[in-house]
């Protein structure tokens, strides 16, 4: 369980820092932690309750929204170098 909490907030945290803000990689890495555990608890309750899937999608945008976020701020200073 550590290890998970340490992978997904060193995730957010990264992301923060190619924000160039310290602010936001504390932030970011506090969501990755908890939506990522969010997305988790969705899909074991859908393998072991055969609920729909609906949860399991949303939180798994959850989980892309602030990496294709990123993306797309940090994309123009990519390409200038």
């Known amino acids: 369980m550590v290890a998970s909490i340490v992978i997904a907030g060193s995730w957010g945290a990264l992301l923060g820092v190619s924000w160039e803000n310290g602010l936001a ?11 990522t555990r969010l997305h ?3 899909v074991v309750v859908r ?3 055969g609920v729909h899937p609906l949860p399991v999608v949303v939180t798994g945008i959850m989980i892309a929204a602030p990496v294709v976020g990123t993306a797309v701020a940090v994309w123009p200073r990519l390409m200038t170098g």
Do not use: I, Q
């Open 40 to 42: 988790g608890d969705a």
């Open 25 to 35: 990689a504390l932030g970011l890495a506090v969501v990755a932690v908890v939506v």
């Open 47 to 49: 393998r072991l309750r």
